[in-house]
């Protein structure tokens, strides 16, 4: 990582504290900026992004899920927890009676991203992180206020004018994927593994260049992050293969959420020109979440940006 990227990352996490965003938290997400603000979209008409942000390094895992479950679903009052995750390609077990709910993780399945959850358990997992990781009942001090308002009578799937930890949008998840980076007109990458070669299917462990859990290649999840010679441009991992991750909308409103990157059991879905969408859990979708600024946050930022530019100055005329 380049010394100007760790100094971004910093300000950025600084600043998201300065915001009071994190009171106890416990799940430390490993963020990477996405920067090249105004960067012009893909002939696709994606990617152009005119601010920045950060996004996961990696998918959500069965680790962090299984913590989240264990704070707010107790009492699982909106299912933020599917049965399926006990089936062979899950990795979260649940035990007790509703009002005293505890999971476990499955060995083995820790860092593998958590499968079997709907967009909707994604936005109330974006919403505890925003609210500070807190225990308690599914309400709007834990997963129903936030980023994103799922308070019944009317959900708005909207993200909120404060909103700090959200699903990415379509444009920001194929921005972090694709993108070259490095400039406003970089161009785009046709795979998120820095190639415009589609990558070999095959498990992480021969360490090869441009390849990715997909097309039964491996034949069950890999951990995220394994592929360590196949990261996108800026930094993230398994954006293509092991599951299919959403984005911030819906594809067929109000059921079909859309995904994008393909998995583990299927050719398709890997480029940027691909995309699906899923109606319901499946063993081949997960999702990683992003993080962006409060408007008092791109203060913090630009004053940051403003004592780096002067230490520049500095140094060029010492």
Not at 284 to 306: D, K, N, Q, W
Request: proline fraction near 4%; charge should be negative.
């Amino acid at each position: 990582m380049k010394i100007i990227d760790i100094i971004q990352n910093l300000m950025f996490s600084a600043a998201f504290l300065s915001a009071g965003s994190i009171v106890h938290a416990s799940i430390v997400t490993d963020w990477v900026w996405i920067g090249d603000i105004g960067n012009a979209p893909d002939t696709t008409g994606l990617g152009g992004v005119s601010y920045s942000y950060l996004i996961s390094r990696y998918e959500v895992t069965n680790l962090q899920y299984c913590e989240f479950l264990n704070c707010v679903a107790k009492t699982d009052t909106y299912e933020l927890y599917s049965p399926n995750m006990e089936q062979e390609y899950g990795g979260i077990v649940r035990k007790g009676t509703q009002g005293d709910y505890s999971y476990s993780v499955r060995v083995g399945r820790g860092m593998m991203p958590v499968n079997y959850v709907e967009l909707y358990d994604a936005y109330r997992y974006a919403n505890w992180l925003h609210n500070g990781q807190p225990s308690g009942f599914q309400d709007d001090s834990t997963t129903e206020m936030g980023s994103y308002n799922m308070s019944s009578p009317a959900p708005n799937y909207s993200r909120m004018e404060d909103a700090t930890v959200v699903i990415p949008t379509e444009n920001e998840w194929y921005k972090a994927a694709y993108y070259k980076g490095g400039g406003t007109n970089a161009g785009y990458w046709l795979y998120a593994t820095q190639s415009d070669l589609a990558p070999t299917a095959q498990g992480p462990e021969n360490g090869t260049v441009n390849s990715a859990n997909y097309n039964w290649g491996v034949g069950d999840l890999t951990q995220v992050g394994a592929y360590v010679q196949s990261m996108s441009a800026y930094g993230t991992y398994d954006q293509n293969g092991n599951v299919w991750e959403y984005f911030q909308g819906f594809i067929r409103y109000p059921i079909f959420p859309g995904i994008r990157g393909g998995a583990l059991h299927y050719e398709y879905g890997l480029r940027s020109d691909e995309f699906g969408d899923m109606n319901g859990d499946s063993f081949v979708t997960g999702f990683r979440v992003a993080l962006v600024p409060e408007p008092t946050i791109f203060v913090f930022l630009g004053f940051g940006y403003c004592l780096m530019s002067i230490r520049r100055c500095h140094r060029i005329n010492d």
